[in-house]
């Protein structure tokens, strides 16, 4: 289950730092009081300028996802990757890996819990579990 | 609305598909060449240039140098990705309604297909290091067109209950349709069976869910419809066009995968034509996936919302049917040439040239162009008619 390294830049710095202490940062708007996904400027629902990083649930949704299968080589079989998009809590969609679909299948509305991962070479990054019986 | 009627007045196309060895501004010359050839004017005659440089970014305005044009009165890129054919039609349309230009040339041209490489490495993007939060869905995976695609399928089939043997319909239709089309590149028919067993790319779509990535050109000559009527071939008349970029909110109640910018671009483009969707005769769909035919269809109102699975399996897009929809073959069986794709073989319908795969009845062709992941749409009406007022 490999993810590609991110790194971080100076706009990314507060997320990945949550990220690294086991909290999810999205953007919320103080004026508006609502909460924008990591990469927006400005407030997704008013437009506002003043979006500040505050840690979220970490408790989602999923919305949709794909299954990518795993390409063999070397007649090793490959594990297949699964991505989907996540509403959180708090609202902001995010477009997570799912590390367990082998063991809870997909579907829309079932309930996810955020987890982080730190690839080698980069940044830790949420990743999301299917939560069984949901 | 009060503008010049316009016409597509000349058409051109280079040899599309596994063409290896030519860059995108070789092929760019050969089409505006033809497209002007085929009008019955010469590269003189062109005043306008517009250009969609392809995947690649790499064709750009010194086309007009390789094409030696000279005095050119408009000159510009057009980067809407599949929307960008259309758009350039009706920037031209505008720009001859405003006196500002006689003859436009528009081209799209790319060659991002590397002998020896598939598909899927001419869409990569390749190898660039990933940073900030605006690369965590590639980190995380979701990295090429048909997964990104994937995702919004699979919500439209957990929304609506589509199913992946609906999607084959649209791809087994157009494959009928390109059996016609001596210039497709695949012409063999293909039964919902050969969808079902084809190999998954990114569930739920499979192979033939999804488009033939293609080498070459294809341009199109803009002009007045006055002008147009002197010229070499039948004048395709411009009646209507919108565009819609919906901006999806990344965000609780957003639409993305179930609404596409086609359900405001294509009552637009009616709106401005006179016309309703029930008079529309042919439809010519952006097709870069099944899916995507689907959700235009629906979005411009040719059935309901949500129950565009049930349209298209009703055999309504195929020869015969009730609905001829994309019938050069489209994206998936005949080339990808982004939103030429369509508008080209409009061209060719409403000049009935469209040989044993002609529809009859060519009145009123509704065009669509699609880019991004749904993420923007254009809308062209056209028909053999100059439009009364």
């Not at chain 2, 010194?62 to 758009?87: K, N, P, W």
């Not at chain 2, 419809?225 to 004048?235: F, G, M, V």
Request: with cysteine; proline share 5%; glycine share 12%.
């Amino acid at each position: 289950m490999s993810l590609t390294p991110v790194v971080r830049d100076e706009y990314s710095a507060p997320f990945f730092d949550g990220a690294a202490r086991g909290e999810l940062m999205l953007r919320y708007s103080p004026s508006s009081g609502a909460w924008s996904p990591p990469e927006a400027r400005v407030c997704a629902t008013s437009r506002a300028a003043d979006l500040e990083w505050r840690a979220a649930s970490g408790e989602g949704a999923l919305v949709s996802w794909t299954v990518i299968p795993g390409r063999s080589r070397g007649g090793r079989p490959a594990a297949d990757t699964v991505v989907g998009i996540v509403e959180t809590a708090e609202g902001p969609w995010l477009t997570l890996r799912i590390v367990n679909a082998e063991e809870v299948a997909p579907a829309a509305g079932a309930a996810v819990r955020v987890e982080f991962v730190r690839p080698e070479g980069g940044e830790s990054v949420p990743v999301a579990r299917l939560v069984a019986g949901s | 609305m009060n503008v010049t009627p316009t016409a597509i007045a000349g058409l051109g196309m280079t040899e599309l598909g596994r063409v290896y060895g030519r860059t995108p501004a070789q092929f760019a010359l050969e089409a505006v060449t033809r497209a002007a050839a085929d009008a019955g004017l010469t590269l003189d005659d062109i005043d306008g240039l517009l250009v969609n440089p392809g995947v690649n970014n790499d064709t750009d305005l010194r086309l007009q140098s390789t094409l030696q044009l000279r005095d050119l009165r408009l000159l510009s890129t057009v980067q809407g990705f599949g929307s960008s054919a259309i758009q350039m039609v009706q920037y031209a349309s505008m720009a001859i309604s405003a006196g500002m230009a006689d003859v436009v040339a528009c081209v799209y041209a790319d060659a991002p297909l590397k002998e020896g490489k598939g598909s899927g490495a001419a869409y990569a993007g390749g190898g660039r290091a990933l940073s900030g939060v605006e690369s965590l869905p590639a980190a995380a995976g979701l990295k090429s067109a048909p997964a990104r695609y994937a995702v919004a399928a699979r919500r439209h089939m957990e929304t609506y209950g589509t199913t992946s043997e609906q999607l084959g319909a649209i791809a087994v239709a157009a494959r009928a349709w390109a059996a016609m089309n001596p210039l497709a590149q695949m012409r063999e028919p293909i039964t919902l069976e050969d969808h079902q067993n084809s190999r998954m790319i990114a569930d739920p779509l499979r192979l033939l869910d999804c488009c033939l990535v293609s080498n070459g050109a294809i341009a199109v000559i803009v002009t007045s419809a006055e002008r147009a009527a002197d010229l070499a071939q039948p004048p395709v008349h411009v009646w209507g066009w919108g565009q819609s970029h919906p901006g999806y909110a990344n965000h609780r109640g957003s639409d993305f995968g179930l609404v596409s910018g086609a359900a405001q671009s294509g009552p637009a483009a009616l709106k401005m034509a006179g016309v309703t969707v029930d008079d529309i005769d042919i439809r010519e769909i952006y097709d870069c996936f099944t899916y995507t035919t689907l959700i235009t269809l629906e979005d411009y109102g040719f059935c309901a919302k949500g129950e565009g699975g049930e349209f298209v399996a009703s055999g309504a897009l195929a020869p015969g049917g009730s609905h001829p929809t994309n019938t050069g073959g489209g994206e998936l069986s005949s080339y990808y040439m982004w939103g030429m794709t369509p508008l080209s073989e409009a061209v060719i319908q409403a000049r009935g040239q469209g040989g044993q795969r002609q529809v009859a009845k060519n009145d009123l062709i509704m065009v669509s162009g699609n880019g991004g992941v749904l993420d923007f749409h254009a809308t062209l009406i056209v028909s053999p008619h100059a439009r009364t007022a």
